[in-house]
C-alpha cells in the first residue's frame, strides 16, 4: 500500500491523482491532501478519501505546506499549478519524500538548485508531464541511460499556421480549445503560444542532465506520440498511446509496472497516420525565448515564467491580446539581469520583482 501526499487535490492533475486511487485502493491510500481554496469539490474528497490531514492553503498556507513533509507519507504527489508549487516542492525534498511532479515550474524556476537538493536529500523525482514520462518510458525508468537525443514532441496547438493577424483576434474560449489534450486554462494557454514546450526542453536538460543540443522538438499534430529516445546506434523508441493524462499520472504511482486505467487504448483494428513535422519556429517566439533563458539558466527562467502567469491572467481575463502575451513577456525579460541560483528565497524576490514589471507593462497596454 503506497501512502500518498496531494498537494493540487482539485485541479485537472489531482482528480486524475484520486481516480487512479479509486481504480486501485489496495495499491494506493491518500493519506494527506490540500487544495488551493475551500470548495463543495474538496469537501466531497475529504470524505470519500479521508485523509488523516488536510489543508486549504489559501486560509491556512502553513497547515497546506505540511502536506509536502508530512511523515506519514510514502510518495509526495505535487500537482499544485504555477509558481506557488515550487515552495510545496522544496518542503517535499528537504524532508526527503520522492516527489511525483506534475507542476514544471519546480524545475523551470528552480533548475539546478532544485536538482542539487534532491540529489542531497536522496530524492527520486518521478515525471509526471505525458512528454517526460514517455522519455523515462524509454529509458526503461533509468535517467542515467545514456542516450543521443531526446526528442519532444508538441501537438501545435490549435493555431499552427495562423498568421498574426489572425493571432491578433485570438479569443481567450479558442485558446482554450486545446485540439488534442484537456488541461487546466494555464497550461493551456501555455500550449497555444508553445511556451509550455519551451518549459518541457527546460525540464528534460534537468530531468535527464541532457545538454541542449541533444534536445529537440517535433511537431506531432495528433499527440499519439509523446516523445522519443534516439540511441546511439541509430534505434530510436517511442511512447505511444492517447493523450489522456490518467496514464502518465498513474504510472508515476504504480512504475515499473504498468496497471490499468480508465483511458481509452488507441485502437489498430483501423487506419492509424503517425505525421512528424518540422516546427516552424518563427511562429513561436515564446518557445525561443524560453530555449535562451534555459540555456543562460540561473534565476531567468523564474522571471520568464512570473511575466508568463501575469500576461495569460490579463489575457484571460480580456485585458490584453493574445498576441499582447508574448510582447509582455519579452518586455520583462529585456529588463532581467541574470544571477546565480542559490535559493528559494531568492527566486520569491525574481519572482516577485518580474510580476510587477508584467503588471506595470500590461497597465499601460491597456490604457
Given at each position: 500500500?503506497?501512502?500518498i501526499?496531494?498537494?493540487?487535490?482539485?485541479?485537472?492533475?489531482?482528480?486524475?491523482?484520486?481516480?487512479?486511487?479509486?481504480?486501485?485502493?489496495?495499491?494506493?491510500?491518500?493519506?494527506?491532501?490540500?487544495?488551493?481554496?475551500e470548495s463543495?469539490a474538496f469537501?466531497?474528497?475529504i470524505?470519500?478519501?479521508?485523509p488523516?490531514?488536510?489543508?486549504?492553503?489559501?486560509?491556512?498556507?502553513?497547515?497546506?505546506l505540511?502536506?509536502?513533509?508530512?511523515?506519514?507519507?510514502?510518495?509526495?504527489?505535487?500537482?499544485?499549478s504555477?509558481?506557488?508549487?515550487v515552495?510545496?516542492?522544496?518542503?517535499?525534498?528537504?524532508?526527503?519524500?520522492?516527489?511525483?511532479?506534475?507542476?514544471?515550474?519546480?524545475?523551470?524556476?528552480?533548475?539546478?538548485?532544485?536538482?542539487?537538493l534532491?540529489?542531497a536529500?536522496g530524492?527520486?523525482?518521478?515525471p509526471?508531464?505525458?512528454?517526460?514520462?514517455a522519455?523515462?518510458q524509454?529509458?526503461n525508468?533509468?535517467?542515467?541511460?545514456?542516450?543521443?537525443?531526446?526528442?519532444?514532441?508538441?501537438?501545435?496547438?490549435?493555431?499552427?499556421?495562423?498568421?498574426?493577424e489572425?493571432?491578433?483576434?485570438?479569443?481567450?474560449?479558442?485558446?482554450?480549445?486545446?485540439?488534442?489534450?484537456?488541461?487546466?486554462e494555464?497550461?493551456?494557454v501555455?500550449?497555444?503560444?508553445?511556451?509550455?514546450k519551451?518549459?518541457?526542453?527546460?525540464?528534460?536538460?534537468?530531468?535527464?542532465?541532457?545538454?541542449?543540443?541533444k534536445?529537440?522538438?517535433?511537431?506531432q499534430?495528433?499527440?499519439?506520440?509523446?516523445?522519443l529516445?534516439?540511441?546511439?546506434?541509430?534505434?530510436?523508441?517511442?511512447?505511444?498511446?492517447?493523450?489522456d493524462?490518467?496514464?502518465?499520472?498513474?504510472?508515476?504511482?504504480?512504475?515499473?509496472?504498468?496497471?490499468?486505467?480508465?483511458?481509452q487504448?488507441?485502437?489498430?483494428?483501423?487506419a492509424?497516420s503517425?505525421?512528424?513535422?518540422?516546427?516552424?519556429?518563427?511562429?513561436?517566439p515564446?518557445?525561443?525565448?524560453?530555449?535562451?533563458?534555459g540555456?543562460?539558466?540561473?534565476?531567468?527562467?523564474?522571471?520568464?515564467?512570473?511575466?508568463?502567469?501575469?500576461?495569460?491572467k490579463?489575457?484571460?481575463?480580456?485585458?490584453?491580446?493574445?498576441t499582447d502575451?508574448?510582447?509582455?513577456?519579452?518586455?520583462?525579460?529585456?529588463s532581467t539581469v541574470r544571477?546565480?541560483?542559490?535559493?528559494?528565497?531568492?527566486?520569491?524576490e525574481?519572482?516577485?520583482?518580474?510580476?510587477?514589471?508584467?503588471q506595470?507593462?500590461?497597465?499601460?497596454?491597456?490604457?
Amino acid at each position: 500500500m503506497k501512502k500518498i501526499a496531494l498537494l493540487g487535490s482539485t485541479g485537472s492533475i489531482g482528480v486524475q491523482v484520486l481516480n487512479a486511487v479509486r481504480q486501485h485502493p489496495n495499491s494506493f491510500k491518500v493519506v494527506a491532501m490540500a487544495a488551493y481554496s475551500e470548495s463543495k469539490a474538496f469537501t466531497q474528497q475529504i470524505k470519500e478519501f479521508s485523509p488523516k490531514l488536510h489543508a486549504v492553503a489559501s486560509k491556512n498556507k502553513d497547515a497546506a505546506l505540511a502536506i509536502a513533509d508530512y511523515e506519514d507519507a510514502d510518495i509526495v504527489f505535487n500537482a499544485v499549478s504555477g509558481f506557488a508549487g515550487v515552495e510545496y516542492s522544496v518542503r517535499a525534498i528537504k524532508a526527503g519524500k520522492n516527489l511525483a511532479l506534475a507542476n514544471k515550474e519546480t524545475l523551470v524556476c528552480g533548475g539546478e538548485y532544485v536538482t542539487r537538493l534532491a540529489k542531497a536529500n536522496g530524492v527520486e523525482i518521478i515525471p509526471v508531464d505525458s512528454e517526460h514520462s514517455a522519455i523515462w518510458q524509454c529509458l526503461n525508468f533509468d535517467k542515467t541511460t545514456s542516450f543521443k537525443k531526446l526528442v519532444i514532441t508538441a501537438s501545435g496547438g490549435p493555431f499552427r499556421g495562423y498568421t498574426q493577424e489572425q493571432l491578433e483576434k485570438v479569443t481567450p474560449k479558442q485558446a482554450l480549445n486545446h485540439p488534442t489534450w484537456k488541461m487546466g486554462e494555464k497550461v493551456t494557454v501555455d500550449s497555444a503560444t508553445l511556451l509550455n514546450k519551451g518549459y518541457e526542453v527546460i525540464e528534460a536538460h534537468e530531468l535527464y542532465n541532457a545538454p541542449y543540443s541533444k534536445i529537440e522538438t517535433v511537431i506531432q499534430p495528433t499527440s499519439v506520440v509523446h516523445s522519443l529516445v534516439e540511441f546511439a546506434d541509430g534505434a530510436v523508441m517511442a511512447q505511444m498511446g492517447t493523450p489522456d493524462m490518467q496514464i502518465p499520472v498513474q504510472l508515476a504511482l504504480t512504475y515499473p509496472k504498468h496497471m490499468s486505467t480508465t483511458a481509452q487504448p488507441l485502437s489498430f483494428k483501423k487506419a492509424l497516420s503517425v505525421e512528424f513535422i518540422p516546427m516552424n519556429r518563427k511562429q513561436y517566439p515564446l518557445f525561443d525565448l524560453a530555449l535562451n533563458c534555459g540555456k543562460e539558466g540561473g534565476t531567468l527562467p523564474c522571471a520568464l515564467n512570473a511575466a508568463d502567469e501575469v500576461a495569460v491572467k490579463a489575457f484571460l481575463d480580456g485585458k490584453i491580446k493574445f498576441t499582447d502575451i508574448c510582447a509582455t513577456v519579452e518586455h520583462v525579460m529585456s529588463s532581467t539581469v541574470r544571477d546565480e541560483l542559490v535559493s528559494y528565497k531568492q527566486l520569491e524576490e525574481v519572482d516577485r520583482n518580474a510580476r510587477w514589471k508584467a503588471q506595470k507593462f500590461i497597465y499601460k497596454l491597456s490604457k
